[in-house]
Structure formats: C-alpha cells, structure tokens
C-alpha cells in the first residue's frame, strides 16, 4: 500500500476483529481512546517493517478493516514486547490485539518454525520444544554430572537431582543446552550447589520454553504450561524457578494467570535468587580478575522479564550481579534501559518466524544501542535475547560478545572450567581457571 493510496471502507464490513478485541482494551474497547500521538509507533522497532506500525494497526483494527488485518505479516513481526503500552498515555494494549490478530491465521498457515516448535512440544511429556523425550534428558544430565564428577576436583559431590520430592526448587531448563550444547548446564549447577540450594529437575514438564504462546495457540499454551506446573506440585516443590530463558518465565507467568491455573507455586525468575544469594552472602563473586584488565560490560533487559513481568526491581538485580562480578567502573548501561529497553527482536517468535530480513531491521536499533556503550560484551539472561543478540553481531559484524548471565557469575567465582567457556571470547578464555594460581578457590572454609 501506497503512502498516497486511500482506504476505501464499504458500509457492508464486518468489524468481528473489533468486536473481539474490545474485551482487552479500556473502557469497553472504546478504540477513539487512542489520542493518534504516535508515541507507540515512534517508540517500535517494527515501526515501517511492511509498511505497517502500531498506530495504524489500532486504526485499521478502529476502522473495521478485518480483510487487511487478517492474514497480515506484520503481526509475526512485532514481538509483543509491550514497550508501545509502556508509552501509551492511555495504555491501549496493541501487542494483546497482534496476538487476536495472529489467531486469524488458520493453524496451518502460520510461520513453520514456531508452528513446529510448539507442535514438538506436544510430542511428549517433556514439554521440549526440541521434541527431546524424558529419557534422553534423564541420560544426558546423568552423563554430564558424572563427567563433572569425575573429571574436575572439588566436584565429586556435584548433583543434578532429577524427580526429587521435597525439593524447595522445582528448575525448569530450557532444551538448547541439554540438546546441542550440555556442557552450558554446568555452571547453574555449580552456582546452586555453592548456595545448598534444595532444587531438582522434573523427568517429565522440564521443557523450559512453550511456543504454543508465540503461536497464538491458547489450548496448547495452557495445556504445556500446566503440565509443568503439576509436575513440579506433584514433587512437593514450592517454587516454580525458570531459567535464563525470558519467555520461558513469561509463559509460565502469565499462562497461569491467562489461563486461570489454580496452584500455590511462587513462579520466579532466576536473576533476583542470583542477587540474594550475593547479598546473603551465600556465594561471594568476585570482580578482581578484571581490575586489570578493564573490558566492559552491558546488559540487555529481556522483555518479558521486566518490562511485560517482573519489572525494574528485577533490572535493578540483574545490574547489581554483573556489576559485583565486572566491577561498577567496568559497567555501561544501555540508553534507553530498564522497563523502557527496546527489544532486541528475539521474542515472540521472531527466530523461528521465518522472517529473518524484518528481524534483522528490527533488531538494528538495539544493535546501535549495543555498540553505542562500546562494551566488550552483552550479558541477557534471556535464550532468544542471547540468540538474535549473537546473530546481531555476527550481521552487522559488532565486534562484542554475547554471555548468559551464569557464565560470568561462575567465572567471577573461579568455578568456570575450560569447557564452559564456549561463549567467551578469546580474552578471557583463560582467567580465573580453577584450580590455576590466583583463581580463588570457591570451598575455602567450607
């Protein structure tokens, strides 16, 4: 569509896409809400991806205009990420409306790649959007904890409890690592041994992602979320402790809110237990390895973690961690930051969406945000923060390097072994090796 071609609307339109949606928006759905300041479209990095923004996506939802929303790209192109609603003077939820909108797509026609990973999902009670079944779980953290046993001292008590009953911490994880890369288990484990934290893995509901949600695919978003959440009451467990996966948390969050799941589970995000840990003086990360050498750091706030869930108090705990573990000095943040972050363009489907040239021009704006700070490395405790984040850098050749947040905190408390150093860079592929002269030693007085 043209900048100069004119709608034409007909008397005989059938506003059903309006009339779906009013019961999420304020006041009655009353779409002349909207004052046209165009903060939300100003503020998207969809904004001009097939010639659509949010502004005229409410208009067109206000217009009737059903046939040129339905079946419309851009709505797998916005991320959901909410920062629209964040800066709406009256607080129209757009990214609730792309949702509806994405439920217009027959089933079958919507993107391939999130379509087949919530379908794999729903393959078996692993609830893996991976497809891994229950018993390659089981065997692959047996195998790598006995490995960790056996070939690291100071680990030969290292567990990775699985069904565990009584356990405080019912953790989910996400299938990347114990799928492709194993090893990146390692050091959340290690953190939570340090703290004695009382935690067990599930044989069944362990999947710690559920793209049944990016899908728009409420009976399978629901049925994934609670398949987890019974496995982790039937285990006795009294928090429900999401990885560094953002839209794992979000989707166990807000699936039981959404979809009205009765349980007594704290559901919880990771960083904040990282923070208190530190402060209750539980594990004692260090910043002295980099004294000298100064690299510096940023962090990227995932959406659905802070702004969509847990908001700034969560940013604020991410920043105290990495800044224990760099040092305040080496920290840079990000501008804008916090609740008012752009996203980077990994959420809502947008990897496995298929549209890769969009999430790339999306993703432009936090990769300028990113190397704006001149930092050495971004930290997300997000998984598809991480991914586009990375291929960001590699698109645009950025030059930085992307961590998991447990990455750096097991490297800042000397426990990070060679072979869980996959995502650092060449700089500090040998710093603080435990067991070598310097590193400190994590069981000193234990």
Avoid at 183 to 197: D, N, Q, S, Y
Avoid at 264 to 286: C, F, N, Q, T
Avoid at 411 to 428: C, I, M
């Amino acid at each position: 569509m043209s900048e100069t071609e004119t709608i034409k609307i007909s008397n005989n339109r059938k506003d059903t896409f309006l009339q779906k949606v009013k019961k999420i928006l304020p006041e009655g759905g009353n779409l002349n809400l909207c004052l046209t300041c165009g903060a939300c479209a100003s503020g998207c990095p969809a904004t001009g991806l097939e010639g659509m923004d949010p502004r005229k996506f409410l208009r067109m939802a206000a217009l009737g205009l059903d046939e040129e929303i339905t079946g419309h790209p851009w709505v797998w192109m916005c991320s959901m990420c909410q920062r629209c609603v964040y800066v709406c003077p009256m607080e129209i939820n757009i990214p609730a409306m792309v949702y509806e909108a994405r439920q217009l797509w027959p089933r079958e026609d919507r993107p391939k790649g999130i379509l087949g990973s919530c379908d794999m999902a729903l393959r078996n009670d692993s609830c893996s959007a991976m497809g891994s079944p229950p018993d390659d779980f089981i065997f692959v953290v047996e195998d790598v904890c006995e490995e960790v046993q056996n070939d690291q001292p100071g680990w030969e008590n290292l567990q990775a409890p699985m069904d565990k009953e009584g356990a405080h911490f019912f953790l989910s994880q996400n299938s990347r690592e114990p799928v492709t890369e194993p090893e990146e288990m390692v050091p959340l484990w290690k953190i939570l041994h340090l703290v004695g934290a009382d935690w067990t893995y599930g044989s069944t509901g362990w999947g710690g992602e559920n793209y049944c949600m990016f899908l728009a695919d409420d009976e399978n978003w629901k049925l994934i979320t609670e398949k987890s959440i019974r496995k982790a009451e039937s285990l006795g467990s009294k928090v429900y402790l999401n990885t560094e996966c953002g839209h794992s948390t979000y989707s166990v969050w807000m699936g039981v809110q959404r979809h009205k799941i009765e349980t007594d589970l704290e559901i919880a995000p990771i960083v904040p237990y990282y923070a208190r840990w530190i402060r209750e003086g539980k594990i004692k990360p260090s910043s002295d390895w980099n004294k000298e050498l100064k690299i510096k750091f940023t962090v990227q706030d995932p959406c659905q973690q802070v702004r969509k869930s847990f908001g700034d108090p969560l940013a604020e705990d991410l920043r105290f961690v990495v800044k224990t573990c760099v040092g305040e000095e080496n920290f840079i943040d990000m501008t804008p930051n916090r609740s008012n972050n752009f996203c980077c363009g990994g959420g809502g489907g947008y990897l496995q969406s298929g549209y890769t040239e969009a999430r790339h021009q999306y993703g432009k704006i936090k990769f300028d945000q990113i190397m704006a700070t001149g930092a050495k490395y971004v930290v997300t405790p997000c998984h598809n923060c991480h991914a586009q984040i990375h291929d960001l850098e590699e698109h645009f050749h950025g030059g930085y390097t992307t961590i998991h947040l447990w990455t750096l905190l097991a490297l800042s408390l000397g426990v990070l072994a060679d072979t869980e150093r996959v995502y650092l860079g060449p700089d500090l592929a040998e710093v603080w090796l435990p067991g070598e002269p310097g590193t400190p030693d994590p069981f000193a007085g234990k």
